[in-house]
């Protein structure tokens, strides 16, 4: 039994609002447990230099946190002038993660901004932020085609994110919350597609190592919770699908 | 008449959120119209080095929107590397504003980090995340107080701000949103004490001139405004202060 | 009567250099008591890129200190890397002042740079620099004029600076130097037109707050004292304006 | 049969030079193919101010190619004033993995420093510079403990990287080279020890995803490949494990 | 015969005006024909970190040029947020002369920030700020042995600088202006003590080269020119020498 | 006698390795002693914005150090943001020295970036860094003229730099390393041309001043010691210039 009560392979409660923020073509408010996530897509009609001219568009993310989303406040990165290898770690990860279910052919030469601001911290950040994304994402290019700017949803596939770990004593859990993470002797994010593959698996023995079987385990727990999240999500982008009748790949693996 | 039907001595809704987030000592989700800032008080157990060994406190304000908290997608700072003149001048008066009207050497020597992150803009903000600060960091002296780390709210006089300006024809109007902003002929911001005193005032011409007359009409209607306002807060803070038992000058002026 | 023998309504004694160095457009050393600040007006055949195709132009301003200006020696900005919140407010501030009086459709796609560099600092470097930067603006203006790359002055009012305060006891000072600024209650700059009318008033009540009586006179000090510096920006501008046979409103205000 | 003739399962052939500079407590040229990596370990007597007290020490580690590494030059991260979020990534991954197998309790408050720089590059170059920097840390250990500033070798088990991947056609490979990383599907960097237990998975689909037998078929190759360069770094490290008595775990694993 | 009107091995006229600006223990303006410097000395009471606790000091200079100082605007380094090579250059060069003059032995634990700031340019302005600077620090001793905090005049040697060169045609010419140093084949300059010998040699055949015969000539223009110099340097000091009773040696070579 | 058993006119042994990384079109690995630097040479097809639409090209060089090329371990310069003084000072004079003997003119519209990369530093690494920079440029354009983009070699002479001194004790010495130039009273880098022309001199009394006639005796040692160097530089560049057949003036000096 964990410190919040939850099984070994129980999720925290997810709500995803969609709309929160009225300006960008795609808005999110995701959480997870206590942590909270802005998840802001905006579209910029121009690619950057290395891809102009291709004909394809691009997908880029960035990530950040209030100063006080966690327990102590940490110095805003605007004001020390250089973005930290935790903060580019994330939104590398976050970018990549999306754009492999993304058809880039399929948006013109356009740029997505995927913004995740995090304004509350606990545990499980980088993994909310790319599950609110998605969501983002999907409704901005729901925009789209409403304006008729793409003829066709250019989403090949939900996806989501979310982490498993063990802990010292060598039991393996889903979705970690702060307190676990920190005590955790492996720490690892899994990214899959409703397809039940996978996008991106970074397992980190923090100070510790795993075997393969124990790698097994956690994978699996993973692949559970994400069947999960893949209805959340459903249900968050069930008024936008209906209204532009076209459904992705929901994830509906053997 | 305003585009938005309001009359041009009115107000736009306000609502305050208190304990938004919560990690900080002080949090408060502000909402004027559509202008949403959340504004975090955390409380730091040190000075900086200038004003060490003075037996005193400081108050310092951060300030810094989502990058899509605007119609367009703004770079975000963190990624420039620097922060912007427009962003350190209105953190500069934040924190001037705040520290008005707090009795520094009541608060020991403490740091109060004010950040006011805006999560969704429509004209305003500086004026939005100097109301909403000054809720944020009752409640965070409140949370010294109950902790008896200090021993009497340090606050002298409650603290609010709005903007007034001058429409091309020459109509003084309160409380700008973004379509009036920039617009307007003269943009005014204004930060009052609950006395009825004039903390600050900054009063642009941005392609025109105004008169002594004009300035008296357009202070006429910032006060009147921030009476409105100095009630919200006022209704925010009730819990507080009935729980802890101290008042602050409510601006009981004449 | 003031530490310097002044009256509260007096001046000090200012002084304008014109072609004080060789290259600028425009070229002149205000003095302003022991304030000394030399201010460059720097005509560039193009405008920045957010003005580009609108077939007008553009007036921007940067201001320094040199490191020793001051009683002790600060950091050279150049070294730290980063323009420090200071700076920016007031460059900004002289940016926008200069542009209020200058129509800026009749200039062409031209920039006018204006470098305002303090290298004798004694209070109120700010509005030394506006009043300084306007006869240079005129100056480069003249020039252009005589090259026949403008047909006409393109500058509509005579503009000025000068600051008003109050001191702890209550009395209304203008032109404060700065062993009064860094006493004053109250500190306000005071941008105005040779019409009497303002460009820009930015009042702050230090550790203090002020009411609406005691702004009227602070801004009743202003408006006289300008009247005499307008006389000096007159004088000073007297050969330019006899040679080019054309006059600015200098001000004739009832 | 890969381009350069290997087998799906063959290493490039690996060099490792050492003492390749005589300034660091430790130093290694690590040939994998053409990829050609500096690791430098240098022993310094302080921790960073977040370890100090402790009584502990802290491994860290820098990375940088050379410009011209590649085929085409880079412009250097220290005329563009920052570090990419490449590099960040990368020393990151070389520090965590290398404090997996340092008890950092047994070597005082020291930092080892490993630098990392590329030469010339030809795919693998971070698990190139981790398999190296292994080498040349335990290479500075000999020398701590050999001037008796530690009693005992504090490497727990032997430590190397390298990379699997699977070509767009499904086959899984070992250790790609830079055309084949650039065409592949999947790409995964593998840390393990010599216990042939997983320090660090990194899994990425390029623009792929894959499957739970994929990832289990290209972790064998990983594990088998493993095998044979702990036996290189073996006999690197022979002269000095024979001159100092101790033995570190090589990984004879079941 | 030059451009002009100067001979190859003269002068330009030379201007030493003393406490130029009040606020630097030394301040000095040298006027170099067109080209003007200011030439401020503070005395900082501390060391850099890493000449603590050695009893003695350290001299360190910076230089810059006011944007339009040159014919054509320059961006201002604090704006660029870095420091050219050139000005780096530049003011490393200021510093090491300097220092060789003056016996850190004897002037305690102290910094002397040198601030060059050329405000009109026409070649030449390192050498300027050499030989300007020179008296500024002189000036600043004096200051302190008048307070008494040190006991004697800490300097050995008059020291100046001045520029020599070829021009393409091969004539060899003394103190360049700008328009020479623009053409000019060979650009030297030449740092000497009062006793004629050399501190400091730095020759470059801009898109030529020399021989020994002619960097001879050079030299000797420059041991020429130095002379004069040193008569004016000692002129300006000749107010403080007389008070303090000190003289440094003038430079009566043989 | 030196330390190192040398005669005070005598160099130490020299190797050049040419083609040592792959991917440049010139790269060489330079020996000077213990000094090891690695210079790359690379073509880049166009020029930068200031040397546009001229039709000839531009050579420029960035020097850097490893981190443990000495013998402390140097921060950084990319993970400090900036590049010192020092290094501006070095890459400048590298980049100078080789158009000083390149025909800019002959090459079109190109751009040579020269990377001198220290790997192991005793000494004298910015006058290694020319010479072997020298033979890396040679190569590189060899490929051009192989490639036929160029039709001539355009290298006018053969360009090699060494470092003369004079100990405290007055004697004159050739080609100092690391403990020599650290006591050395004077410190003169000198570069010269195989026609025994000087291309640039920089010497600097440290604590010290020196005469002419010393200065005299330093660079004939330089003279003499250059021959040598032209030698090897002609054997490294043998296997090229035969292949070729073009013949670069290998100073054939009177």
Sequence with gaps: MREDQRQANQLRPITITTNFVKHP??????????????CNASIEDRVPPFMRGQGKGWITAEYA???RATQDRNIRESSKGKVSGRTMEI????GRALRSVVDLNKIGERTVWVDCDVIQADGGTRTASITGAFVAVVLAFGKLL???????????????ATSVGMLAEGTE???????????AAVDMNVVMTGAGEFVEIQGTGEEATFTFNQLQTMLELANEGMKQIFTIQKEALAELTERIGETIDAGEQS
């Design 25 to 38: 073509e795609g808005s999110v408010l995701i959480e997870v447990g206590e942590t909270k996530v802005i």
């Design 65 to 67: 946190m209030l100063p």
């Design 91 to 94: 939104q590398r990860l976050i």
């Design 146 to 160: 409403e304006q008729k700017k793409i003829s066709k949803m250019p989403v090949t596939h939900y996806l989501a």
């Design 173 to 183: 859990i889903l979705d970690l919350n702060y307190g676990e993470d920190s005590k």
